[in-house]
T-cell receptor, first 117, second 114 residues
């Protein structure tokens, strides 16, 4: 069974500092993808970044990067130079492609990030 | 680029009533999903669909019905709403299931059952 664990229910970070949001996962499938979504107070789910299990390099998207450590089964999100607008809930999610991936994503419980000025 | 649109965005209904949440996507994605989001539970899959006329149960399907007669639409019906179905409902879609296929979400539908 797939499982995603986010151990930080909430975080307070000073503006302009870098942030690392933790995510560990468990799966027995060799082909899977790891996703991060941002959910601001307005409620929508915004896709941030994707890392495939066979990708050799860590994914990056602007200020977002994913620190992928396959042996440790961790996929931490790093936000560089945090901004007030980064305050939101952040969800780590996984999709197993080996079994077809038809049943979508398994989500963690989320981390509530608050950026302080 | 409209993407995924959900309607209604906000709904208050009474216990026992039937409610249908609509979902429409403009990308012609094969896969569509319904999730519910509750405090303490995160997002949980209700139903998913691999193509028109193909649907399957997710983690929490009881009390819900779906249909998919057209690729672009995936309505979710609560046949007899209960207070435990008060939640935020998200529709999502994906082009496929190959490595790298991202799942994109609609803006959510806030449902309150009184």
């Amino acid at each position: 069974a797939q499982k995603i664990t986010q151990t930080q229910p909430g975080m307070f970070v000073q503006e302009k500092e870098a942030v690392t949001l933790d995510c560990t996962y468990d799966t027995s499938d060799p082909s899977y993808g790891l996703f991060w979504y941002k959910q601001p107070s307005s409620g929508e789910m915004i896709f941030l970044i994707y890392q495939g299990s066979y990708d050799q390099q860590n994914a990056t998207e602007g200020r977002y990067s994913l620190n992928f450590q396959k042996a440790r089964k961790s996929a931490n999100l790093v936000i560089s130079a945090s901004q007030l607008g980064d305050s939101a809930m952040y969800f780590c999610a996984m999709r197993d492609f080996e079994g077809g991936g038809a049943d979508g994503l398994t989500f963690g419980k989320g981390t509530h990030l608050i950026i302080q000025p | 680029d409209a993407g995924i649109t959900q309607s209604p965005r906000y709904k208050i209904t009474e216990t026992g009533r039937q409610v249908t949440l609509m979902c429409h996507q403009t990308w012609s994605h094969s896969y569509m999903f319904w999730y519910r989001q509750d405090l303490g539970h995160g997002l949980r899959l209700i139903y998913y669909s691999a193509a028109a006329d193909i649907t399957d149960k997710g983690e929490v399907p009881d009390g819900y019905v779906v249909s998919r007669s057209k690729t672009e639409n995936f309505p979710l019906t609560l046949e007899s709403a209960t207070r435990s179905q008060t939640s935020v409902y998200f529709c999502a879609s994906s082009p496929g299931t190959v490595t790298g296929n991202t799942i994109y979400f609609g803006e959510g539908s806030w449902l309150t059952v009184v």
